[in-house]
């Protein structure tokens, strides 16, 4: 059974840092495209970064160029999202999802999805 995990979520000031992890279990994450998503209070989910199978591609939108990043840890099958400079409409609910191809920032692309957890950036 395929399942990730999430973890790492809290509250943090304005400019502050915070690294999601999620552990993959039932496959090895490191064939996978690792999709991190963020859902906002009354928003759509929205692709935040997506990096391919073995990080041969990645994929991010405007509003995390050079504050966020992925990263593998492929002995402890975890992917991680380090989240820098975090500003207030940074807060959502995050989500990593996999799928067995190649990167995508759309919801509908991803069968596997963890349970989310809670970014809040405020002072």
């Known amino acids: 059974q395929l399942q990730l995990v999430e973890s790492g979520g809290g509250l943090v000031q304005p400019g502050g840092s915070l690294r999601l992890s999620c552990a993959a279990s039932?496959?090895?994450?490191?064939?996978?495209?690792i999709g991190w998503f963020r859902q906002a209070p009354g928003e759509e989910r929205e692709g935040v970064l997506c990096?391919?199978?073995?990080?041969?591609?990645?994929m991010d939108v405007d509003s995390v160029k050079g504050r966020f990043t992925i990263s593998r840890d492929k002995a402890k099958n975890t992917a991680y999202l380090q989240m820098n400079s975090l500003a207030p409409e940074d807060t959502a609910v995050y989500y990593c999802?996999?799928?067995?191809?190649?990167?995508?920032?759309?919801?509908?692309?991803?069968?596997?999805w963890g349970q989310g957890t809670q970014v809040t950036v405020s002072s």
């Open positions: 990096v391919g199978p073995s990080g041969d591609s990645m």
């Open positions: 999802a996999a799928r067995p191809a190649r990167c995508s920032m759309m919801v509908s692309n991803f069968d596997s």
């Open positions: 039932g496959f090895t994450l490191d064939y996978y495209a």
